[in-house]
């Protein structure tokens, strides 16, 4: 909660609140309009800005316009907050090394962006500007924008990387470090390849003062592309929290899961992952409906790689009767995903839409 002073010539605002103070003894309230001094406070709100990142708006947060600067954002004259606010982004690319990331809804791209590394990343903040050639290695350091933030959320609008070797990431890495414990018994430690449209969860209760951070490592500057949008959420967002030790969090009642780096079935499962992909419960359903395409390793009875959808164990290339199934309810929609240490099949992944059906 943010509260500023302000001088305010007419009328309230119906998202701010507005507080008038009172004349001191014997001073005439009538003839002083403009002398009168108002608190306004409002809420630190996700809010759109006027922009546009890879066709969809680019989402901001609620600050003065001073706390805005202040905090190294941005705005393009979109309000909010009924005026009172302005909304804030930040777009940040990595060569900008002076801060770190301290305001929510922030976006990290590439160099360059929205063109690609190879062909537009030539730094143009920071240091001095330079056309970036060979390997390249760049880090984000990620702190809370307030000290009751449990998680901070990895949006890929797009994230486009070198694809990995018989499932390894051997020219391009995205990492995260500095999670908590819970996190990091799943977070995976090899991402590479087409990331676009899936995302992260990771818990930061832990992390205090200190700061996350996201490095991508690139084996040889060329076509490699991204705008990773960051959001944070604090304890009272119970909403938004995902389930502990669920890297991966759906609050709609339909969507798609897919594997990382499954790229459309142009893609390659990545070797040694194992976590959970949860879908948050919604009064008055039960069942679910689920179409889906898998390409992974082993067959039943014998997987390699499998996908667990509550009682069912799947790998192989069958999903369903005719990629199709029913997943009967049995309590919380967990999702398990587990590929092993070899992908030289080159298997493809998964991708599974699903729908909750009424109780």
């Known amino acids: ?9 007419l009328g309230t605002a119906s998202a701010a609140s507005v507080q008038e103070t009172e004349p001191a003894e014997g001073e005439e309230r009538d003839g002083k309009l403009f002398s009168i001094f108002q608190i306004v406070k409002f809420n630190n709100d996700e809010c759109n800005t006027n922009m546009t990142v890879e066709g969809a708006v680019l989402t901001g947060t609620c600050y003065t316009a001073a706390e805005c600067t202040t905090l190294g954002g941005a705005s393009d004259g979109g309000t909010c907050a009924s005026g009172f606010g302005v909304c804030c982004y930040n777009k940040i690319d990595p060569c900008d090394t002076t801060s770190g990331v301290k305001l929510n809804t922030t976006y990290l791209v590439n ?30 350091s990620i702190y809370k924008y307030r000290t009751d933030v449990e998680q901070i959320r990895f949006e890929f609008i797009v994230t486009d990387l070198s694809a990995p070797a018989s499932g390894d990431c051997t020219n391009d890495t995205l990492t995260i470090t500095g999670a908590d ?40 500057v060329g076509s490699q592309k991204w705008a990773i949008l960051v959001r ?44 959970s992909s949860c879908i948050a419960q919604t009064d008055d ?24 959808l ?26 398990t995903t587990l590929s092993d240490s070899d992908n030289a099949a080159m298997v493809g992944g998964y991708t599974i839409d699903w729908t909750l059906l009424p109780c």
């Open 310 to 335: 509550g009682c069912d164990v799947l790998c192989g290339q069958t999903f369903g009767t005719s990629g199709a199934l029913t997943w009967n309810y049995t309590g919380p929609y967990v999702v």
């Open 181 to 220: 414990a819970v996190t990091n018994k799943v977070l995976p430690t090899n991402l590479c390849g087409v990331l676009t449209g899936g995302h992260i969860v990771v818990s930061v209760k832990d992390l205090g003062t200190n700061a996350l951070a996201l490095n991508i490592k690139l084996g040889e």
């Open 111 to 140: 160099p360059g962006y929205p063109g690609t590394v190879g062909a537009d990343g030539a730094c143009t903040t920071g240091e001095a500007a330079r056309q970036i050639t060979g390997a390249a290695d760049y880090t984000w």
């Open 232 to 275: 944070q959420y604090i304890t009272s967002q119970t909403d938004y929290l995902a389930p502990r030790g669920c890297l991966q969090y759906y609050r709609a009642t339909s969507g798609t899961l897919m594997s990382f780096n499954y790229n459309g079935g142009n893609g390659e499962m990545l070797n040694d992952q194992m976590y």
């Open 1 to 9: 909660m943010r509260w500023v002073v302000a001088l305010v010539i």
């Open 285 to 308: 359903f039960c069942d679910m409906s689920l179409t889906g395409v898998m390409d992974l390793t082993g067959a039943s009875g014998a997987c390699s790689d499998k996908v667990s």
